[in-house]
């Protein structure tokens, strides 16, 4: 029985980071180059830049040029990353297992687990269907008191069609009421 080797390990290169954000994300990598600040655009942008600084040589002047921004942009946008990253679970989470493929793909293998992904949280999730429109937060405050959804929750979604609205209501468990 014949055995394929594992992959002689390689440096990372910035195509290699673009490659792992834009299949996570679902983007392209003309995506991150387009001038669209949407959040959609915009997290996986900061997130190049963050696991590009990180996990490459590159220079941030280098890592900007890939994506058609200023050093400057590079280093805000890996700045931005670093805090959100350390109150963010769920970005904290994304970032490791991003950075886990990348190490995987380039033959370097995947790291402790633990070095990478922070603690697996849960998270709660609810669907509210209602027949009213609420653009104001104090109807939105009411309608979580009623449902019983902790005031910590976000929106994740909202669907209208017609006179319906549907929201979709993620919390996570691993702090107290309020």
């Known amino acids: 029985m014949v055995t394929a080797a594992p ?12 490659d792992a954000v834009t299949r996570y994300y679902g983007v392209t990598v003309d995506d991150l180059r387009t001038a669209d600040r949407s959040a959609l655009k915009a997290r996986p942008r900061q997130v190049y830049m963050y696991l590009s ?18 050093h400057t942009t590079c280093y805000t946008g890996w700045e931005n990353i670093s805090k959100l990253k350390a109150t963010d679970t769920e970005l904290a989470y994304d970032i490791g297992v991003i950075a886990s493929e990348i190490r995987t793909v380039v033959g370097a293998g995947a790291p402790d687990v633990m070095e990478c992904v922070p603690p697996m949280k849960f998270f709660y999730e609810c669907e509210v269907e209602t027949g009213r429109y609420m653009f104001d937060l104090t109807s939105l405050r009411e309608l979580m008191q009623e449902r019983d959804i902790p005031s910590r929750a976000w929106v994740t979604s909202v669907y209208i069609h017609g006179n319906q609205i549907r929201y979709t209501f993620r919390w996570s468990n691993d702090r107290a009421e309020g």
């Open 7 to 18: 992959p002689t390990p390689r440096a990372i290169s910035l195509q290699d980071v673009a």
């Open 53 to 70: 600084r990180e996990m490459t040589p590159a220079r941030l002047r280098d890592i900007g040029d890939f994506i058609e921004r200023e």
